[in-house]
Structures are given as structure tokens and as C-alpha cells.
């Protein structure tokens, strides 16, 4: 993840959380959504399409399903409508999902 | 015997104004909305920002009234509930926690608004690029202010989101902007009417002039966007003025061409739809009331063709009106008194809609885009193999999606039903009419297992 976040974070947020995205601490504005904090922590892809192409987050209204990402242990959840948790495990997800669970085949 | 006397979907203005009048005149109000607190879209997080985030504007912070008149012991609001099935009854069944549940209701609002029109171009899939409201909403939700920005395509929203980066101390470097003089000049003959809406014509104005004291660059008649990635992450944008190839290289590229309803939920319902010409866009029938075609099914606001927030709140209160008619809690003299002071506030927020829609109508490289660009955001469908599909015959929404799979992934076609259709009619042979896609519950995609857990439900013979 070596792309800057392309959003400047105001400092009237307040409490913040924790969470772990690919096994590293995240640190985020608690009651923001997960696509948010993403966003905040970096500009780079957080998902890969089946044909590897690079997407993040994209409308932030829960209608794109750009920014599917697995959340603890589930696959294919929406980060633009799940609020940001303490100690959240996010997985970025590389092309598609199998049936019986989070691992890429 | 129903479990409450109406339930609305959808926390935006036209959802929030009908279940204040609905639950003040004694009705059992159940509101479901999706995001985490009322306000729609428009009112995102309003409620959370009373005191701070000024540069968000008036006409936002406005919103708060009509997010505290939703406490009223009738309205009960779960807020996070997704519906993804409306049935005959009507019945409605939503997605809450991991867990879904039904109710009934004498009556059902569907309130469920707009959605940004998809705006494809070549690269328009790239981290860095994104719809300029889904920036507005991360100023909103977030108090994140986009860094080394570009605004690009058309419509007010590109000028208010404009003006909140000004006042927020982010300005935007450039404004990019598709309409043409000769779009104004068309636009110009909507004017007359526009004057009932003076009021939006100013307020539209006055962002212009915050643009333009501020310095931002703004090209006009701007076309063949395109975009790619730098090593650094950055975005590199190419268009073209007039005959001159331009390019700016930014942190982020914000699209806009309008908004457009979001029907999934109507034509999965079973209401009939339409093709709205001037605003580009299907939109459900209803009467002046917001009934429709299915017996307890009503809409009200963006969701029935785009008029903004205020045209929103009004057409929610008459809707209300005529559900507490429909309920016998008034007659029909009483719902028509009391329409008249929304009837006339809709009458004023539309008047400046003709002029709005014809200034800025979205280009032809939008309905139907390059070759190279991806419709389908979720399948990986581009223009090209569209174009080539419909060359071998098919001349519909479904032979398409049959044949390439364009509107088959989770989004259910919400990013690419509209250039396909763009795509159609600029291509297809032959005189077909085109008729709007066919939407199926489940409307949002939910778990297997939430489905099977709600096994106790009857389902209609039908």
C-alpha cells in the first residue's frame, strides 16, 4: 500500500479504533464506515477483479459493490456500508470469492 | 390485520416528510433506511453535523428539522435495514444485523430516491477516479476532504460540491465541464418557467461566483474524457476543448452527470415504468398523489424522477396526505386543504427542472462511450463487445445480459443498466422499443442462509 490517501482527514472526529488489514494496524475515526477508513489510510486498490484489474471503493452509497472486502472471515462485504469496528480483520480480495468461504482458490 | 398502518423505505426528505405527517395524524410508522442514520443522501450525517462542518452550507444543515421530527413515539426507524423483497399485500422483507425479517402494512411508501448516474468512460474503473457525490458523502460522514482534486462532467452538484471544497479549504484544481454554450442557449427557452424557482437560479449562481473568486480554472464544452494511472497512484485526466487535447494530472478525478432514480426496487414491485426523454432516465408511473399501478404501493420524491430535495419533502407530505385519505383519518376535502401549501412548494422546486435538465444533459460520449470502455463495472463487459453483441442481432436489455453477462454481478446492473441502454438505442437495427430491464427480489444481494432462515414466510402462489 505505498499510495498517499488522496483525503485529507479533518481532526474533528474524534475517538478513534483499531483495525487489521492484511495482518497491520489500521487506525481510524471511530463511526466511520469501512470503505471510509480505507480510503483515509490509502489510495490504492482494495480489491482485484477476476481479471485483476485494481478497485476501490467507488459510490459510498452501498449501489457499486467496488468495494466488496472480507470482514472477519466474510467474504464479499459491502466496506461502504459497515461501520468501522475495534480489532475489525479486513482482507483485501484478490479476483473471485469460492463457495465455501473467505480463501481464494 | 397488518402489522403497522405504512411503512416507509427510504430515510431521505420524501420518506422523512411523509412518515412526520403520517405519524402526527395517529398512523404506526415502521421506517426502514439502509445507511446508519436518517437523512438520505442529500441530508447524509445531519443530525451529527449540527455545530460543526459549517462549510457543508445552510441548505444541508436545513435537513436537521426534518431528521428531529422523526421523533414521534409512532415512527419506529431501524436504521441499517436493507429491503430486498416488496410483495403484494404489500409485504416488505429486509436484511437488518446478518438477519432478515417481513412486515406488513395497509400501505407502502417506497422512498428510496436517486442514485448518480453512471458517468463510464476509459480508466473510469481506476482507484482515483469516483462519482463527485460519493466524495461529497466522505466530506459528510467522514470530514475527509478530497486532496488535489479535478470536478468533471456537469449538473449542480458539480458546482455545489465545488463551492463545500472552497469553503472547507480544499478547493478543487480545476473544474472540467462538459456542458456547450449551444446546451445553455437550447436551455434558455425553460427560463421563463424557471423564475417560479428564482430562489434555486440565485443560489446556483452564487456557487458559480464562489468558483470563480476563488481562481479555480474551468474549461467548458470539455469531451473524450479519459484516464490513467501514473506510477505514483496518480491520476493522469485527458480531454479535449473544442479541437485542443488537454490533460491535468490529479490525486483525484470527481465525475458527475446528474442523478438519475434508482428503480430497482419499483420495477421489482411490479409498477409500470416509463422513459423520462428530458431527464434521460426510466422513472415509475404514479398520479399526482404518488399511488401507482399496485394496490398499496406508493412513491414519492427523487425515486419517481428527479426533482431535488425540496420537490422531495413536498411530494412525501402529499403522498402521506393521501394515504391518511385512503385510511379514512380524513376526507377528501380535508387532504386536498391540506395540499395545497406542499402542492405549491413542489410546483416551485420543479419550475427550474426543464431548464436544469436541458442545460445540462449528459453527452453522447456517456450514453454510449469509446470501444475501450468498461460498461459493466462488475462483469468486465466493455462498449466494444456490447457493440459487437448487438451487431449479431440482440436488441434488448436481456439478450445482452444473456449473452455477455453485462448486469449479471452484484450490482445488479445499477452501474451499467443505463449505458447499455444507451448503447442500445444508438445501435440497435430495426425499429424495436426498448423496454426497462426486468428487476428480481432480491433486490441487494443477502447471504443463502438469511434467505433460508426466513423459510417460515408463505410465498404468493403467483
Known amino acids: ?105 | 390485520m397488518t402489522d403497522v398502518d405504512l411503512i416507509v423505505i427510504g430515510a431521505g426528505p420524501a420518506g422523512m416528510s411523509a412518515a412526520a405527517v403520517a405519524a402526527r395524524s395517529g398512523l404506526r410508522v415502521l421506517m426502514l433506511d439502509e445507511q446508519p442514520q436518517a437523512g438520505g443522501q442529500i441530508y447524509r450525517n445531519v443530525a451529527q453535523n449540527q455545530g460543526r462542518r459549517s462549510w457543508l452550507g445552510t441548505a444541508y444543515a436545513q435537513g436537521a428539522g426534518l431528521v428531529e421530527a422523526l421523533e414521534h413515539p409512532n415512527i419506529e426507524l431501524l436504521s441499517g435495514a436493507t429491503v430486498w423483497k416488496v410483495d403484494k399485500g404489500p409485504r416488505v422483507t429486509w436484511s437488518r444485523g446478518g438477519a432478515s425479517q417481513t412486515s406488513s402494512a395497509a400501505h407502502v411508501l417506497l422512498a428510496t430516491g436517486a442514485q448518480e448516474r453512471p458517468v463510464p468512460f476509459p480508466g473510469w474503473t481506476l482507484p482515483g477516479v469516483m462519482p463527485a457525490g460519493a466524495a461529497q458523502i466522505l466530506m459528510k460522514t467522514a470530514g475527509m476532504l478530497p486532496q488535489n482534486a479535478v470536478l468533471a462532467g456537469s449538473g449542480p452538484l458539480l458546482y455545489l460540491v465545488a463551492a463545500q471544497m472552497i469553503d472547507a479549504g480544499c478547493a478543487p484544481q480545476a473544474l472540467v465541464e462538459t456542458q456547450t454554450t449551444r446546451g445553455l442557449l437550447g436551455a434558455m427557452r425553460h427560463l421563463p418557467r424557471a423564475m417560479f424557482g428564482a430562489a434555486t437560479l440565485l443560489k446556483g449562481l452564487g456557487l458559480i461566483a464562489k468558483i470563480r473568486r476563488a481562481g479555480v480554472p474551468r474549461y467548458t464544452a470539455a469531451s473524450d474524457f479519459r484516464a490513467t494511472a501514473e506510477r505514483n497512484g496518480d491520476i493522469r485526466f485527458s480531454f479535449r476543448v473544442a479541437a485542443e487535447a488537454r490533460s491535468l494530472n490529479c490525486g483525484l478525478l470527481l465525475t458527475h452527470q446528474g442523478v438519475v432514480p434508482g428503480t430497482h426496487i419499483t420495477r421489482a414491485a411490479g409498477i409500470a415504468h416509463s422513459w423520462n426523454k428530458d431527464q434521460g432516465a426510466y422513472q415509475p408511473e404514479c398520479d399526482r398523489w404518488g399511488a401507482t399501478n399496485q394496490p398499496g404501493l406508493h412513491i414519492a420524491g427523487d425515486g419517481a424522477g428527479i426533482g431535488g430535495a425540496e420537490a422531495a419533502a413536498a411530494a412525501g407530505e402529499l403522498t402521506a396526505l393521501n394515504i391518511l385519505r385512503q385510511l379514512g383519518k380524513c376526507d377528501a376535502d380535508a387532504r386536498d386543504q391540506r395540499a395545497a401549501s406542499p402542492r405549491a412548494a413542489l410546483f416551485r422546486a420543479r419550475a427550474i427542472r426543464p431548464f436544469l435538465d436541458a442545460a445540462y444533459a449528459p453527452p453522447a460520449e456517456f450514453h454510449a462511450p469509446a470501444d475501450d470502455t468498461i460498461v459493466c463495472r462488475c462483469e468486465e463487459v466493455s462498449a466494444g463487445a456490447v457493440r459487437q453483441a448487438i451487431g449479431e442481432g440482440p436488441h434488448g436489455h436481456r439478450q445482452i445480459k444473456t449473452s455477455l453477462r453485462c448486469g449479471m454481478g452484484p450490482c445488479q446492473g445499477r452501474m451499467c443498466d443505463a449505458t447499455l441502454r444507451g448503447l442500445l438505442s444508438a445501435e440497435a437495427k430495426g425499429n424495436h422499443p426498448i423496454t426497462p430491464p426486468r428487476a428480481r427480489s432480491p433486490i441487494k444481494p443477502i447471504a443463502l442462509g438469511e434467505m433460508a432462515a426466513l423459510s417460515l414466510i408463505k410465498e404468493d402462489p403467483a
Open chain 1, 1 to 105: 500500500m505505498s499510495v498517499a490517501s488522496r483525503f485529507r482527514t479533518l481532526p474533528d472526529t474524534g475517538d478513534c479504533v483499531q483495525f487489521y488489514l492484511d495482518d497491520l494496524p489500521v487506525t481510524a475515526p471511530a463511526g466511520v464506515t469501512l470503505a471510509a477508513a480505507l480510503l483515509a489510510h490509502s489510495g490504492d486498490w482494495t480489491r482485484q477483479t477476476a481479471q485483476g484489474a485494481p478497485r476501490t471503493a467507488f459510490c459510498m452509497m452501498g449501489i457499486c459493490f467496488d468495494c466488496l472486502v472480507e470482514v472477519d472471515g466474510t467474504p464479499n462485504t459491502q466496506a461502504c456500508m459497515t461501520p468501522v469496528r475495534e480489532g475489525m480483520v479486513v482482507r483485501r480480495q484478490l479476483g473471485l470469492r469460492s463457495l465455501n468461504g473467505g480463501e481464494h482458490d
